[in-house]
């Protein structure tokens, strides 16, 4: 079940590990991460997915990193290319997660190249598009010198830096959900960079519901309970599936971080 206007066929995940909860996280709840439960969850978001059509490589859980189910910030991966921009993360402890991606990415083809410093990407800062056109957060995790190489390795695509600063990744506060449309979060994310795109407005209250991940036919994975902006979503003409990921909340974590998408080549 391959759906033409998803810009993936096939993610990269990894399970949570067993010190899961020494995450880097900001939230007053990361006291209360129950790791077994993380585990379920993660299970679910994966049986989603290859509900949905969509290829799933599984790698094996690192311990010594305890973000690293956080997959989606190793890499950059196809846009109609072989070629895959190895990340250098901003968050310093990170750095060595994106190891057995670059070894794996090699195995299958791609020509693969890394953020050499003093840049720094994290792949939750890249907001893709089938427009030709990379919305990249220029924030804590992503610098200039980053991006600069970005522009480099994939020299296609028109890239937007887009400037944050009350989220740490760019798409904690938008994302695009295909046919030129965007949900965002204005609380989080300034509207005025993404002008000419149709925009669907996360209330205040949900800014968390911005964080979603788009799947094709119209399929949107959405973290459960917010239910302003399920409907909205509905109202639109989209098909919200909802998960529980209560869990990689507490670790700053959303939908899109676990998974690493590989973009679609041709």
Same mark, same amino acid.
């Given at each position: 079940m391959k759906f033409p206007d998803r810009l993936f066929d096939t993610v990269i995940v990894r399970p949570p590990s067993i010190t899961f909860n020494k995450c880097v996280s900001g939230n007053p709840l990361k006291a209360t991460v129950d790791v077994n439960l993380a585990k379920k969850q993660h299970e679910e978001y994966i049986k989603i997915l290859l509900e949905n059509g969509v290829e799933v490589i599984k790698l094996k859980s690192i311990d010594q990193f305890p973000d690293s189910v956080f997959?989606?910030?190793?890499?950059?991966?196809?846009?109609?290319?072989?070629?895959?921009?190895?990340?250098?993360?901003?968050?310093?402890?990170?750095?060595?997660?994106?190891?057995?991606?670059?070894?794996?990415?090699?195995? *299958?083809?791609? =020509? #693969?190249?890394?953020? &050499?410093?003093?840049?720094?990407?994290?792949g939750g800062d890249l907001m893709i598009t089938d427009l030709g056109v990379i919305y990249v957060g220029l924030s804590r995790r992503t610098n200039i010198e980053g991006i600069k190489q970005l522009m480099k390795i994939f020299p296609r695509e028109l890239v937007i830096a887009t400037p944050i600063d009350k989220t740490f990744h760019l798409l904690g506060g938008v994302n695009y959900i295909g046919n030129k449309t965007i949900i965002i979060a204005p609380s989080l994310v300034d509207l005025r960079y993404f002008e000419g795109l149709k925009m669907i407005i996360v209330p205040e209250e949900e800014e968390y519901a911005s964080n979603v991940l788009y799947i094709g036919d119209g399929k949107i994975i959405v973290p459960a309970g917010y239910e302003k902006t399920i409907e909205k979503l509905r109202r639109?003409?989209? *098909?919200?599936? =909802? #998960?529980?990921?209560? &869990?990689?909340?507490?670790?700053?974590?959303?939908?899109?971080c676990l998974s690493l998408p590989m973009y679609k080549t041709i």
């Open positions: 997959i989606q910030d190793t890499a950059l991966i196809g846009l109609k290319s072989k070629r895959a921009l190895i990340a250098r993360f901003g968050e310093v402890s990170r750095r060595g997660e994106e190891e057995d991606i670059a070894i794996l990415l090699n195995e *299958k083809g791609f =020509e #693969v190249f890394r953020v &050499e410093a003093p840049g720094t990407i994290e639109e003409g989209f *098909k919200p599936i =909802e #998960v529980d990921i209560s &869990e990689f909340w507490k670790c700053d974590g959303g939908v899109t």
